[in-house]
């Protein structure tokens, strides 16, 4: 996926300002909006409860006394409500992805979402506790990401970039990314790196203490 500007007031694509000098950018993309509409607006099964309803609603119009005329302008009217429920929830989804770019380099995640009011999320690796991948069909998945108890962010800030069902401790989410086990691997890596780093330079400063033995490292 190439990257482009999507917001005027963007120094570099996905991030308000441009990186800064030694941190390296490691990849960029967005959610597919077709997986985006179906596991996280729920197109299908919005489009499974209105031919459900529209089976329930002929089924009773036939047994009324309603004229052949009646009945097809009433499924009609039905058929559209719900296709145009379908078309909405579907434009909301492409509009989210071409509104979202997802950013990792060599020291945090970068997440720029909404479409109306744009929010940029700065994940320092050092705020980031875990990751867990879900996958989909295919090579298309979330990675979610657990953050320390401090570091909440409100579920309506995140959605759709969040995991599902986790309301009082919040998760950010790449949602729908593809090649998402080539994608984890890559943050995997360069979580463990930076937490690497972060550990020899804490044990290099770290003064001996009296017993001669140093603190514990940083958990990784």
Partial sequence: MKATHEHEFEAAPGLPEPLPAGEKLLWQGAPDWFRLALHAFHVRKIAVYFL??????????????????????????????????IAMLSGVAWLSCKTTMYTITDKRLVMRIGIVLTLTFNLPFKRIAAASIKHMNGAVGDIALSLYPADRIAWMHLWPHARAWRLTQPEPALRCIKDVDAVGKLLLAAWSQHHADERVTTDATRPVEPSGQTGQGLPA
Wanted: without cysteine; glycine residues 2%; proline residues 0%.
């Fill in 52 to 85: 459900i309803m529209l089976v329930i609603q002929l089924t009773y119009l036939t047994d009324s006394d309603a004229s052949s005329r009646e009945i097809t302008i009433s499924i009609v009217k039905s058929f559209l409500t719900g296709l145009l429920a």
